[in-house]
């Protein structure tokens, strides 16, 4: 079975500058979060999909951060106008509806300049 | 609000040491708890996880056991090896809740031959 899957894995950026990070969930997975991982920290939420439409966003910055997942497959997080404090490791991940057991994908490394 | 506190790292201990991480949360309800994984290089995978309070969750030599009088989900291997060097994550999925994982900080455990 394949994984979550992400892209890209590593990026790097100036600030004021737009990124975009796509993620594949495992197939059949109707529900796909995105989490920030700051360095020396644990992964924080920041938007949950159950198929397309939003269960919760309560911790994503609206003024520079949009997400969608328009087919209830993959996902697409962006970031504009990114800012040195968004540098990170944006992870995504998956599981079935209703499950409790979360499958990560690699993640992206962001850097902001 | 619901919170996992993990104990500060690194740990640094030597093969075929005794191995515990300490993990104590704050949350309403009946969580769930878990413990993931994060290896150099590689995405967070889920180590072990327990749904209910006296649980035992194991998983390749490590066990923790959800207690509920002391909120903890210490995490214990009899036997490290140098393959067990990684990241440690506990986290809560709170009862009633979107599914969303609220992790600790997470503690780098480095085992040296």
Redesign the interface.
């Known amino acids: 079975e394949a994984?979550?899957a992400q892209s890209p894995r590593y990026k790097i950026i100036e600030k004021r500058q737009s990124v975009a990070f796509w993620c594949n969930p495992i197939s059949g997975h109707a529900?796909l979060?995105w989490y920030q991982q700051i360095l020396?920290?644990?992964?924080?939420?920041l938007i949950?999909f159950q198929n397309n439409g939003v269960?919760?966003d309560s911790q994503l910055p609206k003024d520079r951060f949009s997400a969608e997942r328009l087919k209830g497959v993959d996902s697409t997080l962006k970031i504009q106008p990114a800012k040195l404090e968004d540098s990170a490791v944006y992870?995504c991940?998956s599981?079935i509806s209703?499950?409790?057991?979360?499958?990560?994908?690699?993640?992206t490394r962001l850097l902001v300049l | 609000g619901n919170s996992?506190t993990q104990m500060e790292g690194p740990v640094t201990l030597s093969e075929e040491a005794f191995l515990t991480i300490n993990c104590t949360y704050t949350a309403t309800g009946y969580p769930?708890l878990f413990w993931?994984v994060q290896y150099p290089g590689?995405?967070?995978?889920?180590l072990l996880?327990a749904?209910k309070a006296d649980d035992k969750g194991s998983n390749k030599g490590f066990e923790a056991t959800y207690r509920k009088e002391t909120t903890s989900f210490h995490l214990e291997k009899g036997s490290v090896q140098v393959s067990d060097s990684a990241v440690y994550?506990c986290?809560l999925?709170s009862s009633g809740n979107?599914?969303?994982?609220?992790?600790?900080?997470?503690t780098t455990l480095q085992v040296k031959p």
Do not use: M, R
């Open positions: 994984g979550v529900t979060y020396g920290q644990g992964p924080k939420l949950q269960v919760d992870l991940a599981t209703g499950g409790e057991t979360q499958y990560f994908g690699p993640g | 996992v769930s993931y590689e995405g967070l995978q889920l996880k749904t994550f986290a999925s979107t599914g969303k994982l609220i992790f600790g900080q997470g």
